[in-house]
């Protein structure tokens, strides 16, 4: 697990190959990511959308950028978590994942960025 905490928010990242929704001859390696994000702060937070930079091994980079996540711009309150599942398919086996979450304070409104720190995608047998 990777973890980063920055503006009382902490990221956590839990990162998961998926062998059955992949499909290697077509290179087509699914991996699953969990993030959970708590909020450390004293003060309810909104999440209002995203950042990520996705880099393959092959040589391809992508950004993704949008509003929330799977859907939702979720309000986290003190002292609570928010988690969610999503996914990402690279042509090669390896590859590399960070981002950033636009927060708003939801006393003050005001906006400040989380990063979300880097984790690498390896098709298991990979590692070896």
Same mark, same amino acid.
């Given at each position: 697990m990777t973890f980063q905490i920055s503006q009382g928010i902490k990221i956590n990242v839990e990162i998961f190959y998926q062998p059955e929704q992949s499909n290697p001859l077509q290179q087509e390696h699914l991996f699953s990511y969990r993030i959970t994000i708590e909020n450390h702060n004293t003060f309810t937070v909104r999440l209002l959308s995203r950042h990520w930079y996705i880099f393959d091994s092959n040589g391809t980079r992508q950004e993704v950028e949008g509003e929330g996540v799977i859907g939702s711009q979720p309000y986290i309150e003190s002292e609570n978590a928010f988690?969610?599942?999503?996914?990402? &398919?690279?042509?090669?086996?390896?590859?590399?994942?960070y981002g950033e979450y636009?927060?708003?304070n939801q006393t003050t409104k005001e906006l400040f960025k989380v990063?979300?720190?880097?984790?690498?995608?390896?098709?298991?047998?990979?590692? &070896?």
């Amino acid at each position: 697990m990777t973890f980063q905490i920055s503006q009382g928010i902490k990221i956590n990242v839990e990162i998961f190959y998926q062998p059955e929704q992949s499909n290697p001859l077509q290179q087509e390696h699914l991996f699953s990511y969990r993030i959970t994000i708590e909020n450390h702060n004293t003060f309810t937070v909104r999440l209002l959308s995203r950042h990520w930079y996705i880099f393959d091994s092959n040589g391809t980079r992508q950004e993704v950028e949008g509003e929330g996540v799977i859907g939702s711009q979720p309000y986290i309150e003190s002292e609570n978590a928010f988690q969610y599942v999503s996914g990402v &398919n690279l042509v090669s086996e390896m590859g590399r994942m960070y981002g950033e979450y636009t927060m708003e304070n939801q006393t003050t409104k005001e906006l400040f960025k989380v990063m979300i720190p880097a984790f690498e995608l390896i098709v298991p047998d990979k590692m &070896n």
